[in-house]
């Protein structure tokens, strides 16, 4: 069992780029989320997904948007990418919402926009 | 509104010596929960525990243990006998009751030195 699975692991993008940051989980949790961790600031939610076709706005949200087509997938995009973007992404998913479920983590990608 | 302290920003033992990682948190919920991650320098974030809010015991695991009082709204984790492996960022986490989201930390960066 690969639990959760993110790609890139890192990529350095130019600013005004569309990225796609992938995560996938096979673990079957219908709550999924993505994080970005900046130095002393933590991790902060961007977007998450209680299930499979809905997704709810976290506490740094704008610049990304989320799609949750199917459980396992759970991609972020990048629309237009721009210096304060660059960060450490992380992915994580849940069995159910997080107040009565533990989260877990993906990997990370590493992004860096110029 | 919620929020974690991590008041220490980096602490560094030496191997053997006892380390506790401070975590105060704020909430307006009855039921709510507390985590533990750890991030070692591959970069994954690690769970250790969770404990929700009705739940004062102390917990042992091997020479982890963390002390919940809720009077002090502390949830601190106590490392017994450090070791170098134990090097690393950890984070304490809060949800409230029926949310979708975890806040986090910034974190207390651990260095064990041999």
């Known amino acids: 069992i690969a639990g959760i699975t993110q790609a890139p692991t890192s990529q350095i993008l130019a600013a005004g780029r569309r990225m796609t940051l992938r995560c996938t989980q096979d673990?079957?949790?219908?709550?999924m989320y993505w994080y970005r961790q900046d130095l002393g600031l933590g991790l902060r939610l961007i977007h998450y997904?209680?299930?499979?076709?809905?997704?709810g706005k976290g506490e740094v949200p704008d610049g990304y948007s989320v799609s949750r087509a199917n459980t396992d997938d759970f991609p972020l995009t990048l629309a237009s990418a721009v210096p304060s973007q660059t960060s450490v992404y992380f992915c994580?998913?849940?069995?159910?919402?997080?107040?009565?479920?533990?989260?877990?983590f993906g990997p990370g990608t590493r992004l860096t926009v110029l | 509104a919620q929020k974690v302290t991590q008041a220490q920003t980096e602490i560094s033992v030496v191997e053997k010596e006892d380390v506790t990682l401070d975590c105060v948190y704020e909430?307006?919920?009855?039921?709510?929960?507390l985590f533990w991650y750890k991030q070692p320098p591959s970069g994954e974030l690690v769970f250790l525990i969770r404990?929700?809010?009705?739940?004062?015991q102390n917990e042992i695991s091997g020479r982890y243990s963390w002390n919940f009082q809720k009077s002090t709204s502390s949830f601190n984790f106590t490392i017994t006998a450090s070791q170098v492996v134990d090097s690393a960022v950890y984070f304490c986490?809060?949800?409230?009751?029926?949310?979708?989201?975890?806040?986090f930390g910034t974190g207390t960066r651990l260095q064990v030195f041999p």
């Open positions: 404990r929700n809010s009705f739940d004062e």
């Open positions: 986490a809060l949800s409230g009751y029926n949310t979708d989201k975890l806040i």
């Open positions: 997904s209680n299930t499979a076709g809905t997704t």
């Open positions: 909430t307006r919920d009855t039921t709510y929960y």
């Open positions: 673990m079957r949790h219908n709550a």
């Open positions: 994580a998913s849940s069995v159910d919402r997080v107040s009565t479920d533990t989260q877990y």
